[in-house]
Nanobody, 124 residues
Framework: QVHLVESGGGLVQAGGSLRLSCTAS????????MGWFRQVPGKERDLVAA????????HYADAVKGRFTISRDNAKNTVYLEMNSLKPADTAVYLC?????????????????WGQGTQVTVSS
């Protein structure tokens, strides 16, 4: 059983940066794509970014392209989300997940292992 733990969230002013981390324990997420999602109360959970096992392919939601960067270190069982030029609209709980069943990086399907989330709040 894989357990995912996110960290790095917090309160930041608009225009600022944060770096989120998601570390797996229990077993590795070897061979699986990983994704970062975000959720605001009362709204659907949105896919923010995804990365293939080899890190050779990535996908970003239009809202974050050019501002966020997803990366992973498989030796450390960790995936990162570097967030720059943050906006108040980026405020959400950010969750990482394992795409155990591959549907492609651009799709929200196939994710079945989730972390507990980390809150990101961007003030104006």
């Amino acid at each position: 059983q894989v357990h995912l733990v996110e960290s790095g969230g917090g309160l930041v002013q608009a225009g600022g940066s944060l770096r989120l981390s998601c570390t797996a324990s229990g077993r590795t997420f070897s061979g699986y794509a990983m994704g970062w999602f975000r959720q605001v109360p009362g709204k659907e959970r949105d896919l923010v970014a995804a990365i293939s096992w080899s890190a050779g392919n990535t996908h970003y939601a239009d809202a974050v392209k050019g501002r966020f960067t997803i990366s992973r270190d498989n030796a450390k069982n960790t995936v990162y989300l570097e967030m720059n030029s943050l906006k108040p609209a980026d405020t959400a709980v950010y969750l990482c997940a394992v795409q155990s069943t591959s549907y492609g990086l651009a799709y929200k399907l196939g994710y079945d292992v989730w972390g507990q989330g980390t809150q990101v709040t961007v003030s104006s």
